[in-house]
């Protein structure tokens, strides 16, 4: 075998095992099961304390009673919701209701949201009921203290009455009450605005002659994991929560590895919040999350029952004291809905929500994801298509770096201008390095080169290009956006293929998640491929075969590597490639180097170099 073959196949073992390396790093999301088991809120009296020494609320029981009459694992969402008296929720961005039993939110839909790209797909369903398809809902209460019986305050099962309102949009709010015949009238008013955010106020009369205390909490429960859980390393899904001015996320997957906390009967996490925190889960697009109010203290729990499968947040506050003929109350909030950037950010900036916008997942290089992210959304409310806004993106990226670029560009250049120099240098060095390398910087230093500059634009790339994957892959605005013809969703892949002849052939493409679209990949990895493929030819290839070799196949590897990725990177990327290519043509030429493409091109081909221009 001669040495030319033997590097082929070295360049060929080479890009395949980057691509194994690649889908090991990227694996296809499996979805999960969800078992659907119930569960209720039971108290103890050795409740964990809050920051000020009051008596806080104890989590679900995992072996409690059901909380609705439905025990059919297989039974549908709509049962569920007819087990139990309802109040409707309507509004211009959510639809659902709430039951009577319990009080508990949980059936809310979005309205501006459809499961998929087909016009009558249903609408996203965020919470739903115990009994029905994937339990996911909030819950609110009081635990007792002092002398105060589990049965003289309201739990999941409690039967509440309508005292005021039938339906809860922005203009109606409703008022639940339950009188627990000893004494204590409860009442829970639920507010709701325009966009997602709840607000309970929760209250309690005593017209006894004793004094009590009690303590008000909300739950947020999901029983097993969500079916469209993405198990991607790039995005956090689970819990999400600040912690007096501390941002935390902790995964699905680790809540099974908390310790065990008897008093709470389950693995959990118990911290207490001096002031303005708020814990919930978040899935990619979706959030639900506890808030209590500014300043307010609290302790902040997050926990999984490992004998039920119900991962759960909650937020206790301290307990109060309420004397005969005295009623208390307080005020929560309940963010349910999208994780729409603007709405979050108006929350925090007008709510007062402290770091509610940390709540998206911009990851580590946030310093760019964040700028990057509005630079985008604001320039697609300018031009009304996400993809020209992702090219005008690329245009300012690259206006933006262009000083270096060139900079980079002029350097190539006078490295090549320097190449006669620098090959009687080797000559008269011959095999001693230190002499090779000492006169070579000489010959940098003289000439004012730096043979490294050329790798700074590449480098400032890097962390741009995964800043800007992070942005179309974590946040909602890039969902379901559409460019023009076939690419109607750049969160997700280019759906053409070369598998029916991108639309010739009457058959349909490969699924998406499947390998065969790895392999039968569409337009836009192509395109990306091309792109770069010409851009390489813009220098002559490597005179070593194996550096040549590996050159040659990049391009195209990176063609499959990409393949599967969300179209509206990959038209960064090209978009960027192009945007490059035009750069690097016209800086050579303006220093006296015509690249002669169409000549690299034909010796990629024969293996001759063309001659320098």
């Known amino acids: ?33 969800d078992p659907n088991a119930p569960a209720t809120l039971t108290l103890d009296e050795s409740a964990p304390t809050t920051p000020s020494g009051d008596m806080a609320v104890l989590p679900p029981s995992a072996d409690a009673p059901t909380t609705t009459g439905v025990t059919d694992p297989e039974a549908t969402t709509e049962v569920a919701l007819a087990e139990a008296a309802r109040l409707p929720i309507v509004t211009a961005t959510v639809e659902g209701s709430i039951s009577l039993i319990g009080g508990r939110i949980d059936d809310l839909s979005l309205r501006n949201y459809r499961e998929t790209l087909d016009p009558d797909s249903p609408i996203v369903r965020l919470l739903s009921p115990v009994g029905g398809d994937e339990p996911y809902y909030a819950l609110y209460g009081w635990a007792p203290g002092g002398d105060l019986s589990f049965d003289a305050v309201p739990d999941a099962n409690t ?3 309508v005292e005021e309102g039938e339906e809860l949009t922005p203009d109606t709010p409703i008022t639940l009450v339950w009188d627990n015949g000893a004494g204590l009238i409860f009442r829970r008013t639920v507010e709701i605005d325009e966009n997602f955010m709840f607000t309970v106020t929760q209250s309690v009369e005593n017209t006894g002659t004793a004094e009590v205390r009690a303590a008000p909490y909300g739950i947020v ?7 469209d859980l993405q198990n991607f390393f790039i995005l956090h899904e689970g819990v999400v929560r600040k912690i007096d001015g501390q941002l935390d996320e902790v995964s699905y997957s680790d809540l099974p590895d908390l ?31 506890l808030i209590p109010g500014a300043g307010q203290a609290f302790t902040s729990v997050m926990k999984y029952v ?12 301290p307990a109060m004291t309420i004397a005969p003929g005295e009623t208390v109350s307080v005020t929560t909030q309940l963010f349910a809905g999208a994780k729409e950037a603007e709405t979050i950010r108006d ?24 700028p990057l992210f509005w630079l985008l959304h604001y320039l697609n409310l300018a031009i009304g298509n996400m993809g020209l806004a992702i090219i005008a993106l690329t245009v300012i990226v690259k206006a933006v770096l262009f000083p270096l670029a060139y900079k980079s560009y002029a350097s190539m250049a006078r490295m090549r201008e320097l190449q006669p120099e620098m090959e009687k240098i080797k000559e008269r060095a011959g095999d001693d390095r230190e002499r090779l390398q ?12 730096n043979p490294a500059s050329g790798c700074l634009p590449i480098l400032l790339q890097i962390p741009i290009f995964f800043s800007l994957y992070k942005v179309i892959f974590v946040t909602l605005e890039l969902r379901h956006a559409p460019f023009f013809g076939w690419l109607n969703d750049l969160s997700a892949p280019d759906t053409s293929s070369i598998f029916n002849l991108f639309g010739v052939f009457p058959w349909p493409a490969p699924d998406p998640t499947s390998f065969m679209a790895l392999i039968f990949i569409g337009i836009l990895p192509i395109i990306l491929g091309v792109s770069m493929w010409l851009q390489q030819k813009l220098n002559p290839q490597p005179t070593d075969p194996t550096q040549a070799a590996i050159f040659a196949w990049l391009p195209w590897v990176f063609m499959f590597m990409l ?7 990959l038209i960064y990327w090209i978009a960027n490639n192009l945007l490059t290519f035009t750069q690097q043509y016209i800086i050579m030429k303006r220093h006296g180097y015509t690249p002669d493409l169409f000549g690299n091109i034909r010796a990629s081909f024969s293996g001759k170099k063309p001659d320098a221009k």
């Not at 429960?221 to 079916?227: E, F, I, N, Q, S």
């Open 1 to 33: 075998m001669d040495d030319q073959n033997r590097n082929l196949i070295l360049a060929t073992a080479l890009s395949f095992g980057v691509i194994l390396i690649w889908f090991a790093l990227f694996p296809p999301p499996e979805p999960e099961v």
């Open 159 to 161: 039967e509440w009455q």
């Open 221 to 227: 429960a999901r029983h097993g994991l969500p079916d």
């Open 259 to 289: 310790d065990f906390v008897e008093r709470e009967a389950a693995l959990a996490e118990v911290l207490q919040v001096e002031s303005d925190g708020w814990i919930g889960f978040t899935d990619k697009y979706w959030m639900t999350t």
């Open 306 to 317: 490992a004998s039920a499968d119900i991962y759960q947040t909650e937020a206790r506050l």
């Open 347 to 370: 929350y925090q900036d007008i709510g007062g929500i402290d770091r509610f916008i940390d709540s998206i997942d911009w990851g580590w290089f946030y310093f760019l994801t964040k």
């Open 438 to 449: 000492r006169e070579m910087m000489e010959l940098y230093k003289k000439e004012k080169v």
């Open 563 to 569: 393949g599967g990725f969300a179209s509206g990177l």
